[in-house]
């Protein structure tokens, strides 16, 4: 059986409820969530065998967090206990035209102070075949980015696939160093790239260039060149997603292996229940794609739009669907009737 | 005044709120529902005189059933205390490309156990004119559906109207024996028959003809065989539901008199509140078209669809609507304004 | 910098959650709000020293309501105590093709009973230069009216601009007297003024004329007339609203100087939170626009369109957006992605 | 079967929860109730044909009052419709040495306004045989107290038990008529009373003499006082309460027909989870006792205390126990073990 | 490290909040819980590693509870699923003076149909050291009874030390064996029993003896008579509860071991924030205490009591406290001071 | 009239509700506190003019800190925005043997990196008589304490009277520093000091002496060597805490001048609804006392008991009482009863 290890920062999510601002809330919904966690629940819901590696402080905030990693069927035996406090976002849901706000809190936290050697990779990767991380890590702090790059290159020295969602957030990288500086040699050892095609150039300091995603012919040739500065990558996929409103998106996907590119169908997602890990619900199911039936990219592509498109109608993080509910959407006709 | 008497199983409905999935859910809303008790609160609701007959068990939640009928104005006088339990069924509501789920748990149930000779059907139907009683009551237990059969047979004999909404649910009917051994001779004594054609002639044990609903032409010669079929049977009914997605439907309705075909406008539900009997609000809705203005047909049927419709924007299993609001909405322009 | 005025009755709002029918409500949301209240705090939000007039009840529901102008940052130190009750209205909101529905029971309020020479207004406007009263508060009893005649006089004697919103409410105006004999003297000293055309009409004492928004030749004409009635009248604008459902609004406006016809774009609302003070909320762009950038009429239309339409995402009565959310409404591409 | 008519108000309570203060509240639970409603209730748990006559407004508020009524198998179907508007009234409810705080918004309410001559007491009475009414009704308008001395009389003239709850509030009794003016002639014809001694002499406008409970040599002197100024009396309770906190109330009760004083135990209520109502439940029991068991007094003063006690566990207006429940604590140990 | 399975049913806890009545809620709060599963948690919060064998229905519902034992850190890899249903229990907390109440809903649950040979019990017991049962499982089913003798022996021939909660429940006993008639045989392999003596006497089928637990000279006698029909018996502890009322328990315990008599301190638990599930804690702390400090039989007892006593301040079924917050209750003053 | 300042933390308390553990939270209720905002807050409810003095970050959440300064009618305007982020405490409430549980979140907060130099306090002192701070703010870090060196030394030198709590937190106090090596001088300028004596001694670097609160006659001794120490101090008073379990606390005081001892009668605070703060509205009553009838020591220190016992019943950190209310627990009988 396929194991997957992802690795990365869960945080306290503090949202209200109803689509209440702020300063209407009598309290918040907690939940816990983060990119690569909620790419590990996605993996556990498709029955892969995921662990989720991060660091949480040693209190019962902290004791939440692993307590939710262990609902959610993650394994959590090596997550690292120390650090100041748990990271927190506060969420507040938009609907129609206004957008859904988020306001980080998460400096400071026990994953941002996790330095190069706290973790013994050698002993979490045995039995593993998969590694997933994302670029919110190396975001956070330098030392961060160090253990990061640590745990990259471990994984790349005993053969396991290495995926990494691209995750740019510019409220994040304030630490003194730019994506430029850093992403480079951590995609050098990657495999797998979820992530548009401007946002990987600026990550590599290449100038962007703007390409059309319908354009099936010229696309290839711009893909290529991220083939070319990543001398691992075997899979890039990007997301395509078109804003009607803050509670109607359009949901598409694009797949390249470097033979062909695979489209998806677009897909509506309306009313948007909760729009937050719709990108993490697209990364595990493309991760479970690829594990589970590698010859079928297009397979691949469909099935992550739908899980994609899916996270829309689901609140939290991370996207608490079946395979059988994913594969019901790509296989039937959406009619989403009453099952009874 | 006409009085009409409905007779089936009441159910506590335990719904998760806000979309959530039954895991995340810290509680459920618990209401009490079911088929022929919608149909009943409905009429209660149009000013007519409605008693409810079922089985509970003599305990605090059997004791919250018969509450709930109080509150909502129908008479419950009859009801019979025994049996193990009170039926449940846990909801999820979906939303966009999910679909809603059912979970039954209503094996077992007080209503499952009644049997023949438990009900003084003579004693009830004293001042009664209409009888109604639905095909969920003959698939739960083989027990139930003989005591349907002696009621259907005291109805006819004692010259009440007799209606019945096919409802067909492929997870009931687990007691060994089939529609078609069953329905039959219900169907045989009854009046007004709501349900789509193909699931009649299921019931009846005919071979399914996938009829247009939209060839006025062809239309009567199919519904003509169940006419046929029926001796008693003066009026069928069908609700059309066209599902965009788990938030958007779209209701029509047709009704057939064996003389002509009276086809309602297709009406938007979006969002969708809560669909879960909407299909009981077309029911009831009829039942009061055909008590209050039997000759005007078209009037029925769009009034049953209007009544439908909005039974979408009403959280929890029955329609809570007035008169008024139902015949506002067929005569107004559907802008759905303020009032004030 | 400019000090605005406000002038009316706040009130309780008892609200179901949910779309809840009141008969499903285990509770009701308590908020507080009213027409010229929801105008002070969209004021408040955009920067404006905003005050609000008005008379609460003394005792602890009062002070709520007290409370919540202070949270809000309107200026309540002129609130007058006093009076048996404070006015109340229920709430359910509706959804799809179920209207909202409203009842009041705000007879026999503080501010109903409110009378001429309570308030001192000279003091009051010591530093103001805007004054904004409704069509509500005429309504609400003859001493009301005779109060608000009384600080519509005081403005103008003191040079203020005075604002009204027109906001005819069928279902008030029970003390005796109709509009027509009212608002005229009222409308006389006032400088800007918001509603349709036939309302003003109407108010005026004249026959409606059912103009046609679209036809920008005949629209000046009809305003026209209003000014020549109203000699001190500078402004006249009016929103349209086209009401698809309870749950999507299309929201466009206009803005007349005598000179030209300003007309904003068409915006969609949709799904609709609450649409309860969304007129206010365009109200309040309003006078901001005029006071902010007097010259742009142009952008105070677009300004107050889009304020209007971000009303509908957020509920309660007052319009909980800052400027520069309105600003990238106007100035974006409506696409409301998640700010993060 | 005995059946017993209540006379009187009934209001929309709105309390907060958790015992918030009222600014901190951002809702309010929503419950109907009401002194006679509650007895009604009382009446109708223990197995009493209860029926309860009111006016309401002929609103959806007002139905809300007549669904509870329904849920409680309280009848209902003489309420009158009627008048502006259900009287509230807010309640915070207290914890330790802060005291519950009612603020009451019941002026100008449909039963306010009730006139003599709207109710036909005649078709009502017919098949009673008691008739309850208590001193709020007469405290709250004039037209009230004329209403209510027109049930009295014609309860009196058909023979029927007549009890009343002397009820004296103090921020009631504003119309201008003392209690002293109204109540004698009411209680000429009531054959039950319940209120202390000096509430009593106070209402008959007689000194008052500060009577020592537990001296049951003195205490017949002064009962027999009331008893010679109300011709028709046969039985006087009072209520004995020992606050020791908003949080623990000791309850004890008195009864006296004139042969001899009943004392009944004193009962622990801690914590008390909402006292509202609980003379009420007394009240209920009483009648319920004197109707069951008229001849055994020491008994029907127990069960008094006892239900008057329990109602401190209940939330809300009155008193969801039934005939075993008060039963159970007369009988057994007070251990108040789970029943499992 | 020891590792401890436990055996047994977990069921869906449904109750209302705020000691409302069953009428009263608008839901109820959903949590899981059952004896053994209680004891399973108890252990692994005190870092014992636990494992819950039981059925569950394989839908959705069944899968919350496998979550909820996830969360909680129980092993439930050997859970089985199948059957029909989830079992319920319904409960109303009680206050004061009115005792809490269950409804139970648990018949024809998926395991009161599990069968003897469907559990791979050497499987399971590979690294095991302690197997605890309780007497619910034999209670609920014939066939259940026989798994559960299939377990016990299982375990014994494998030398595990058998634990037992007497749990006796007189709802339960329904499908037509008494206790006594099942018991002994179970109990015969059994090495620790929790109960008082009179209902082991009763599952023994022994006449019972009302012993005195204050006296510590008699006391042993009675014991010795269980220990002489339990030829495996070495541990046997008692609760003692002293109900004051349904808000103020008072917790006691006794342990014998065939050589001595050891008697807790008695604790009070005041306010009772929830009751249900305190055996279950003291059964968890007493094998906690077992396998941990064996020799120290003082503080075995005097943890039990603690442990159970603390359990009344935790909502839920089962006991959410630390080692560390146990052992600050023995060996602190029990003033409850914040920790800040 | 009287104008005081504050000046400390104000924090986001999330707390779970009806006595849940973290982990079964499915939010938290959001309140705004602090020891010093809190003080604030009492005064002003007794109707002193306060102003409270802070740093909060400049987004939406620090904002809704803000907000609920001007509901509770703080003056907030020269609060200054910058800074990380709002510090947070999690609490979860305790209820008999369990104690409630903070955690703290509230390293790098704004407040934290405030600086001297920051604030202006020659203009925030400009009409004040007062200024109040804690040992809070110079234990979170060595820039905060300096800040607060500043701002006591300001304050002394234009003449207000300084109050401090002393407020000793263990947890806090992690920047290097010692309370020896920051408090003396900072209490040197303070001439009213609340604590208890050891704390005191503690802060100042002294031997702790264990004081008998009992003995009038050995504690004067004690007190004045504190006076010695500290020059300008004219007031010490001491809340005596005695703790009966969490959900029971026994609330005394004592007040010494110098001249005399004054002790209050000791108040049960039983049950407790939230504890959290209760030391701050002794603090707020002891300025309120100190301010309105400085001649009446028995008085101030009654009235700071009463304030501190009445906070244990109301929800949040700051004690929402009037003056009123207050006054009548002093002069009243303490039985709490509904006022009606």
Known sequence: MNKVVTFGEIMLRLSTESHLRFEQAKGFTATYGGGEFNVAVSLANYGIDAEFVTRVPNNEIGMCAVKEMRKMNVASQNVLFGGDRLGIYYLETGAGSRASNVVYDRAHSAMASLEKGMI?????????????????????????????????????????????DLNYRSKLWQYGKTPAEVMPELLHFTNVILGDIDTAFFMLGQAKVNPDYQDTNSLPVVYDR??????????????????????????????YDKKAIYNSVVREATPVVDRVGSGDAFMGALIYGLISQPNNKQRIVDFSVAACSLKHSIAGDYNLVTLKEVENMIDGDGSALVSR
């Open 120 to 164: 013994d990779w050698k002993k979490i990767f045995k039995g593993a075949t998969w590694f997933h991380w994302s670029g919110i890590t190396p975001a956070i702090s330098d030392s961060a980015a160090k253990a990061c790059l640590e745990a990259v290159k471990a994984a790349h020295e005993l053969g396991l696939t290495i995926s990494c």
């Open 226 to 255: 991220l083939f070319d500065w990543c001398p691992n990558l075997k899979t890039m996929a990007t997301t395509l997603r078109y804003s009607v409103s803050a509670s109607h998106q359009r949901i598409g996907g694009i797949l």
